[in-house]
């Protein structure tokens, strides 16, 4: 995995260079200048962009507009201490492919850039409410029922693990499968339930009381009954 880090603080900036570096990750440049991440974003083809919000004259969001303003392809995770909805959705429909806390865990960090790598959408478990209450509030117009029939047991009980915040790699060791397995299975829950991501899937799951259980797992009563996993 090859990394780019557009953030205006040195000392952060450099702390995590060497942090994703001892793990094994390909860091081409931490820039603190944004014209100057455009430019590498552009021309020396990272995998994942890591954008700061908050940057003096042109914050995240609107580097990440001209980044697809200008064609830039990239995956684009932005990193952040803000946990408004307001940051979060901007992200989101300003086409960031995650949105990761500074606070996160170096393990957990990880995990994400190799699931936004893989193509998912990663949101920080602790904003799954925040997320969830700004699609149900912005959900105006009837949406079809989700077939849970159509789920097999053993999706369903994978399902579950996703709403408890469980990532592929525990789903795995707790029903002792494979992660490629575990992948396979989240892919048709998608398909069935037809949402474009797990974080949809698993606020349903929550959301509709499927998963008594969960709400004995860590971060439950923090987010209100609803949960994700990211990865």
Same mark, same amino acid.
Request: aromatic share 2%; proline share 3%; hydrophobic share 45%.
């Given at each position: 995995? %090859?990394?780019?880090?557009?953030?205006?603080?040195?000392?952060?900036?450099?702390?995590?260079?060497?942090?994703?570096?001892?793990?094994?990750?390909?860091?081409?440049?931490?820039?603190?200048?944004?014209?100057?991440?455009? #430019?590498?974003?552009?021309?020396?083809?990272?995998?994942?962009?890591?954008?700061?919000?908050?940057?003096?004259? &042109?914050?995240?969001?609107?580097?990440? =507009?001209? &980044?697809?303003?200008?064609?830039?392809?990239?995956?684009?995770?932005?990193?952040?201490?803000?946990?408004?909805? *307001?940051?979060? $959705?901007?992200?989101?429909?300003?086409?960031?492919?995650?949105?990761?806390? =500074?606070? &996160?865990?170096?393990?957990?960090?990880?995990?994400? @850039? %190799?699931?936004?790598?893989?193509?998912?959408?990663?949101?920080? =478990?602790?904003?799954?409410?925040?997320?969830? %209450?700004?699609? %149900?509030?912005?959900?105006?117009?009837?949406?079809?029922?989700? *077939?849970?029939?159509?789920?097999?047991?053993?999706?369903?009980? $994978?399902?579950?693990?996703?709403?408890?915040?469980?990532?592929?790699? !525990?789903?795995? #060791?707790? @029903?002792? $499968?494979?992660?490629?397995? +575990?992948?396979?299975?989240?892919? !048709?829950?998608? *398909?069935? @339930?037809?949402?474009?991501?797990?974080?949809?899937? !698993?606020?349903?799951? +929550?959301?509709?009381? @499927?998963?008594?259980?969960?709400?004995?797992?860590?971060?439950?009563?923090?987010?209100?009954?609803?949960?994700?996993?990211?990865?």
């Amino acid at each position: 995995m %090859r990394v780019l880090l557009i953030d205006d603080h040195a000392l952060f900036r450099v702390g995590l260079l060497e942090l994703l570096e001892r793990r094994g990750i390909e860091v081409i440049d931490a820039v603190g200048d944004w014209e100057v991440g455009l #430019r590498l974003a552009r021309d020396c083809g990272p995998d994942v962009v890591l954008l700061d919000l908050r940057m003096p004259v &042109m914050g995240g969001i609107d580097v990440l =507009k001209r &980044m697809r303003a200008e064609g830039i392809e990239r995956r684009v995770a932005m990193l952040t201490t803000s946990t408004d909805e *307001r940051d979060l $959705i901007g992200s989101l429909q300003a086409g960031a492919n995650g949105y990761l806390l =500074k606070d &996160m865990e170096p393990d957990e960090l990880v995990a994400a @850039l %190799r699931d936004i790598l893989a193509g998912e959408t990663v949101v920080a =478990k602790e904003l799954t409410g925040v997320l969830a %209450r700004a699609v %149900r509030d912005e959900n105006t117009t009837p949406v079809k029922e989700p *077939r849970f029939s159509d789920l097999t047991p053993r999706e369903m009980e $994978i399902l579950c693990q996703l709403a408890a915040g469980l990532s592929n790699k !525990a789903i795995a #060791r707790e @029903l002792g $499968i494979s992660d490629g397995t +575990v992948k396979l299975h989240v892919k !048709a829950i998608l *398909r069935k @339930l037809e949402v474009r991501s797990r974080v949809e899937a !698993a606020v349903i799951a +929550v959301e509709r009381g @499927l998963c008594a259980e969960t709400s004995s797992k860590p971060g439950a009563d923090a987010i209100a009954g609803l949960s994700r996993s990211h990865s």
